[in-house]
């Protein structure tokens, strides 16, 4: 026979059997409810469950070969150095402080650093672990906490090695005058940060010493250095120690920074002639910074003035580099006869202002005592070149001009030869000279101005030269100035050498009482390679 299907059996149990069956279930199911509050803690009844509120790492090292950061109830993350020497055999104390209803019955931590530690069964509650030499991280390290009914609370730990040293940098202004120099500096760690940052210097040619400056905190700062030496060169480097103890390096050689500490202002000098026949004449000046001072100022380096007659100092040229300059025969007054006096002063590249020198002074005169023979008496004119060839005679087979660049007075100077002749081949071979007659008076002098170019080498009579020579009334010749190159190394490829504006003085006294002639040469010799060409000006006659 078959049996029939299970629901028909189940349909077959009768009334009271299926209310035991009901009431099963029903209990049951309030078990279900109820189990997942016994196993996340205790029945409410028996109080919460135990809790880290606070947890902290510590060394018995006297430095900062452990640094905790500020930990969370939870954990994170702790900087440690175990270098021998240094964190190496640290003893390192794991705190917490923790809350419960129940008694705790133990703090324990995991394994680590290579110990096992057992655990704390009473307040306050500690862990501790030695550290040993060259250890490496230690992730996610437990520390736990159980109480009496055996419930519990962790924090986890990840001890970082970091055995690398900060990096800083020092920065100080190039010169300085004050009584203090200003030392700016910032470092960077990248593991567990700067901790202190201090000052090194060291003195011209003396050893590596720590500023006596206070320990700076942060990334950045400043350090004020009061040096401890005379005027002279400090070098500066910073050394920063992080908070697990790692030391940069100290400093060798330069370090990072260095300034001329230089508290001495530079002093000046002006040079004129006694006395000038002329409406214009050259005013030169020059300062000295002593050593170990820091050079004259590359910019605005003096300041020049002028007294006529003792009517007061004015200021004649102010803020310049330049180091003579061309007095009248308009600017900055019209020259005429009488004393003018001029002083400067200067100012190094630490800013000193030296004070005004004593005063240089010359005399323009324009009174001249003609000889006996007045009536073939002549005097020099147009030595300024601002009239073209007035008063000159002039020719050779090399160019001449009359040109506005170059002028060292006034606004035109004379050209001797030509800068556009080839240097390969292309001169033409012979002199340009300029000549022009006076008389020469007791005591008088010849004074000029000259700026020579050249591709070629002095050497005598053999190659190119700038020569001015004096011709008496007889025709004879006397050289009295030869100039060009007398620097090696020339030719087309390189540029053309500079002498620069010169000046020449020749005495005429034994010329006196005669008429003579100046003349200037610029002379191409040899071949007709390299080029020389010759710039003149402010040529004068004055009586002493």
Not at 113 to 136: K, L
Not at 321 to 342: L, Q
Request: aromatic share 12%; net charge negative; glycine share 10%.
């Amino acid at each position: 026979m078959n049996k029939p299907p299970f629901q028909a059996r189940i349909g077959c149990v009768s009334r009271g059997r299926q209310a035991l069956a009901a009431m099963a279930i029903a209990l049951m199911i309030t078990l279900g409810a109820m189990l997942p509050l016994i196993v996340r803690g205790r029945p409410l009844s028996q109080g919460t469950n135990p809790e880290i509120t606070a947890i902290e790492v510590n060394s018995d090292k006297p430095s900062y070969y452990v640094y905790d950061p500020g930990l969370l109830a939870m954990g994170g993350t702790v900087y440690f150095n175990g270098l021998a020497g240094e964190g190496a055999g640290q003893t390192i104390t794991v705190t917490a402080s923790i809350t419960g209803t129940n008694p705790i019955s133990a703090f324990a931590g995991a394994p680590a650093f290579g110990d096992t530690p057992g655990p704390d069964m009473s307040e306050p509650w500690i862990v501790t672990y030695t550290v040993e030499a060259d250890a490496s991280d230690q992730n996610g390290i437990a520390f736990t906490v159980t109480d009496s009914l055996s419930f519990t609370d962790t924090a986890v730990i990840t001890f970082t090695k970091d055995i690398t040293a900060p990096e800083s940098n020092a920065t100080s202004p190039e010169y300085e005058k004050d009584a203090a120099i200003t030392v700016t500096w910032a470092a960077s760690d990248i593991l567990s940060g700067v901790e202190v940052t201090r000052l090194w210097y060291k003195y011209d040619g003396e050893n590596w010493s720590s500023s006596a400056a206070q320990p700076q905190s942060g990334i950045t700062g400043t350090f004020v250095f009061t040096p401890a030496n005379s005027d002279g060169t400090y070098y500066f480097a910073t050394v920063a120690t992080d908070r697990a103890g790692n030391v940069e390096a100290e400093p060798i050689g330069d370090g990072d920074d260095s300034a001329v500490y230089d508290t001495t202002a530079p002093t000046s000098t002006v040079t004129v002639p006694t006395q000038v026949c002329s409406f214009k004449f050259l005013v030169n000046w020059s300062a000295e910074d002593s050593e170990p001072g820091s050079g004259l100022a590359d910019s605005g380096t003096y300041d020049v003035q002028y007294d006529y007659q003792d009517r007061g100092w004015e200021n004649w040229i102010v803020l310049t580099t330049t180091t003579s300059a061309v007095f009248g025969p308009t600017e900055p007054i019209d020259v005429i006869s009488g004393t003018y006096c001029f002083r400067a002063r200067a100012r190094d590249l630490a800013g000193n202002e030296g004070d005004y020198s004593s005063g240089d002074c010359t005399r323009v005169v324009f009174k001249i005592f003609l000889p006996l023979i007045t009536r073939n008496y002549k005097s020099l004119t147009n030595g300024g070149f601002e009239y073209d060839w007035t008063g000159w005679s002039r020719g050779g087979e090399l160019s001449q001009s009359i040109v506005t660049m170059g002028a060292e007075c006034g606004n035109r100077a004379a050209l001797l030869g030509n800068p556009g002749y080839d240097c390969s081949n292309g001169v033409p071979m012979g002199c340009a000279w300029m000549r022009q007659g006076f008389t020469a008076l007791p005591n008088s002098k010849l004074s000029f101005f000259y700026r020579i170019f050249s591709q070629d080498q002095l050497s005598g009579e053999k190659y190119d030269s700038f020569d001015v020579y004096v011709i008496d009334s007889q025709g004879n010749r006397e050289l009295i100035l030869r100039d060009g190159n007398t620097t090696p190394g020339y030719g087309c490829d390189k540029p053309a050498y500079d002498s620069g504006w010169k000046n020449f003085e020749y005495d005429l006294g034994r010329y006196a009482g005669q008429n003579v002639t100046v003349s200037f040469e610029n002379c191409s010799r040899h071949d007709n390679w390299y080029n020389t060409w010759t710039y003149v000006d402010c040529v004068s006659v004055s009586i002493e």
